[in-house]
Nanobody, 123 residues
């Protein structure tokens, strides 16, 4: 499956953005999906996970309550709604398809990745 993430941009603190991850070339509904982010000079960090039935999991409290992950299998697309953005949310955001093994929070357990979309939050 090929993944393409888009929807990033430059926003101010407190603003909202919705990222999309469009899939092609595979059976999107069969994949558990995740969002990760990578800030400058840091490793790739787990943000959110959604399984095939729509059950969601989020990273620690820094995004819980502000970010919402969802999917529309009919459109082969996953979304990340980000509200009340903070400067510390600045990062390249990646979507990925899980390899149906291991931890949902570990990047190494994901087989397919989108190219990333940059989110910059100014204070």
């Amino acid at each position: 499956v090929q993944l393409q993430a888009f929807g990033g941009g430059l926003v101010q603190a407190g603003d909202s953005l919705r990222l999309s991850c469009a899939a092609s070339g595979g059976n999107f509904s069969a994949y558990r999906m995740g969002w990760f982010r990578q800030a400058p000079g840091k490793g790739r960090e787990f943000v959110a996970f959604i399984n095939k039935s729509g059950t969601v999991l989020y990273s620690r409290d820094s995004v819980k309550g502000r970010f919402t992950v969802s999917r529309d299998d009919s459109k082969m697309t996953m979304y990340l709604q980000m509200n009340n953005l903070k400067p510390e949310d600045t990062a390249v955001y990646y979507c990925a398809a899980h390899g149906n093994r291991g931890s949902y929070a570990s990047p190494s357990e994901y087989d397919y990745w989108g190219q990333g979309t940059l989110v910059t939050v100014s204070s």
